[in-house]
């Protein structure tokens, strides 16, 4: 049996010092599947959609080109908003050499108290994906799982979070564009980012 490879997480958390809203996804997709080198790369995932309908009523505000996301306007906006990003893997196999969540065995999951010590302003932390939720909740003190467009709250380091799970933005998520952002303008709205 062919032994599967493990693969480091490619980028460092982007944590700007203002950093209120703790954004985390499982892991990136493989390079070849990049149009910037930043989260969320892979033009066919919606979250740069997603952020740019939200907040400046244009879903195609984050692209480059047809084919790219623009890296400096996707870090500006997260510096702006304070929206810190980064992912509950550290260390993965995939078993299927793809970038479906399915097939990611998670080696090394995140330590969530060292990056929330590095954030002191952060407020919540929301996930994209079960995997995500799944990966972080088993590393957090003991919370109830949030419901798709809710939260829940836990106690870290002697602070209080909101534990926010959205709906996935990959298109094999089954909703409408407009749908998912419905949900994640509820989040910014009760977390007072606009």
Same mark, same amino acid.
């Given at each position: 049996m062919e032994k599967? %490879?493990?693969?480091?997480? /490619? *980028?460092?958390?982007?944590?700007p010092e203002n950093t209120k809203l703790l954004m985390l996804g499982s892991f990136p997709p493989p390079l070849a599947r990049w149009s910037m080198n930043? $989260? $969320?790369? +892979?033009?066919? +995932? !919606?979250?740069?959609?997603?952020?740019?309908?939200? =907040? $400046?009523?244009n879903k195609e505000y984050f692209l480059e080109t047809k084919k790219a996301f623009s890296e400096e306007k996707a870090k500006a906006f997260c510096? %702006?908003?304070?929206?810190?990003?980064? !992912? #509950?893997a550290m260390e993965v196999i995939r078993l299927k050499g793809n970038a479906s !969540? +399915? =097939?990611?065995?998670? &080696? #090394?999951? *995140?330590n969530p108290a060292e990056v929330l @010590?590095?954030?002191? @302003?952060? %407020? @919540?932390?929301v996930v994209t994906g079960q995997k995500a939720m799944d990966t972080l909740i088993a590393m957090?003190? /003991?919370v109830e799982e949030p419901k798709v467009g809710? $939260?829940?709250? =836990? #106690? *870290? *380091? !002697?602070? &209080? =979070?909101?534990?926010?799970?959205? /709906?996935?933005s990959s298109r094999a998520y089954p909703k409408p564009l407009e749908e998912k952002a419905a949900a994640y303008k509820v989040m910014f709205e009760e977390l007072n980012i606009s």
């Open positions: 599967k %490879e493990v693969e480091q997480h /490619p *980028l460092g958390f982007f944590l930043f $989260y $969320y790369p +892979n033009i066919q +995932n !919606d979250m740069w959609r997603i952020l740019g309908l939200i =907040f $400046y009523h510096r %702006e908003k304070g929206i810190g990003i980064g !992912d #509950t !969540d +399915n =097939f990611l065995q998670v &080696v #090394t999951p *995140l @010590a590095k954030i002191p @302003a952060c %407020e @919540a932390i957090l003190p /003991p809710s $939260y829940s709250r =836990f #106690t *870290l *380091l !002697d602070r &209080v =979070f909101r534990l926010y799970r959205m /709906p996935s």
